[in-house]
């Protein structure tokens, strides 16, 4: 028979048009009478497990400047603003850290990465300048072959890079200007 493959679309919610998860149990999907079922972020069983994650995040204790921002686009993402309070303690936090110089901003490359990325997502124009103090940080310590790595090394670091890469990607997509020698 013929094979039809259709993309299941979110309803309403934060997630309102992104394609949903599906996920097949069957030896041959595509034989006749196979049931597909699909979950979405809106999908009852996928909330239970969110509210449960929230309310966990809604009592941790982070010291480090990306585990805040990592919560907060956490709640960011599920359609909280800027009012609610890890947002607010992460937004508090890429304040600090962006209080100077950008060369004396002491996050790890993890932590600059994630904190643009958190701030790109929350309000790019109100927090320009600290987006901003935060690329130059990055640039100042990306390595000559274009990566990202340990700074007693000449070598780049796969995982500090993908942050690094992923801090751009959503500056680009911000609006906020990037250097094409970085």
Request: hydrophobic residues 35%; charged residues 25%; aromatic residues 8%.
């Given at each position: ?7 299941i679309k979110m ?12 996920i097949v149990m ?41 585990g805040k921002c ?113």
């Amino acid at each position: 028979g013929e094979r039809r493959i259709e993309r299941i679309k979110m309803g309403a919610g934060p997630g309102a048009g992104r394609p949903g998860l599906g996920i097949v149990m069957a030896p041959n999907p595509a034989a006749a009478g196979v049931r597909i079922a699909a979950v979405t972020p809106d999908s009852p069983e996928v909330r239970e497990v969110l509210k449960k994650a929230f309310t966990y995040l809604e009592t941790s204790t982070e010291t480090w400047l990306g585990g805040k921002c990592l919560i907060g686009l956490a709640f960011l993402k599920d359609g909280k603003d800027e009012s609610h309070p890890k947002v607010k303690e992460a937004v508090d936090a890429c304040l600090a850290a962006t209080r100077g110089e950008a060369k004396a901003i002491g996050a790890d490359i993890y932590s600059t990465g994630i904190a643009v990325i958190f701030l790109c997502t929350c309000n790019p124009s109100k927090y320009y300048p600290e987006i901003i103090k935060l690329r130059d940080s990055l640039e100042l310590r990306q390595k000559p072959h274009g990566g990202w790595g340990y700074a007693d090394k000449p070598t780049g670091d796969t995982s500090m890079t993908q942050y690094g890469v992923l801090a751009y990607w959503e500056m680009t997509s911000a609006g906020i200007p990037t250097s094409l020698e970085s």
